[in-house]
């Protein structure tokens, strides 16, 4: 596709620059033809893995409170929230402390935790509490696509 893209640039000249590359153009909807037709046969399979999604999960909560944890600093007012969480992720990292630990003992974070509702500082000791804007986001692109398949049956 990147090759039809850039014989765009030269589509208007009446010479031979994108004569080859204008051959593989059939190929290219075969392709994507070919790809469709799998992805429809394959979808039908999906199955949800539990089990290794909570392994997973186990696997990665403290990467995942990095997240909430620099958009509540800065929102409670530090200056380089994110700098401040990459440097203790990466200490963490090398410590073998978990981010968790580091945050506790960081008497620099004290003040900004403080300003923190008891919910907000709960989502950082609680990483399953933490979805963002994961509900909203979800429903919104559920009604876009109801919607969507409503207006081709009609």
């Known amino acids: 596709m990147t090759t039809v893209y850039l014989d765009q640039i030269s589509e208007h000249q009446r010479d031979l620059t994108n004569s ?8 290219i909807i075969v392709a994507l033809y070919a790809s469709a037709e799998r992805l429809a046969k394959l979808c039908p399979r999906l199955v949800v893995d539990r089990v290794s999604i909570e ?17 509540l600093l800065a929102a409670a007012g530090h200056p380089d929230a994110h700098e401040k969480v990459r440097k203790l992720t990466l200490e963490a990292e090398r410590s073998g402390m978990t981010l968790r630990e ?13 300003k923190m509702t008891p919910d907000q500082r709960q989502i950082l000791s609680n990483p399953r509490l933490y979805i963002g804007r994961a509900v909203e986001k979800t429903e ?5 696509w109801e919607m969507r398949l409503e207006s081709l049956t009609k």
């Open 20 to 27: 080859a590359s204008g051959r593989f153009a059939t190929e």
């Open 55 to 71: 392994r997973n999960f186990q696997s990665s909560q403290e990467a995942i409170i990095a997240e909430p944890l620099y958009i």
């Open 102 to 114: 580091l945050v506790a003992e960081d008497i620099e974070l004290g003040p900004y935790l403080e």
């Open 140 to 144: 919104k692109i559920c009604k876009y």
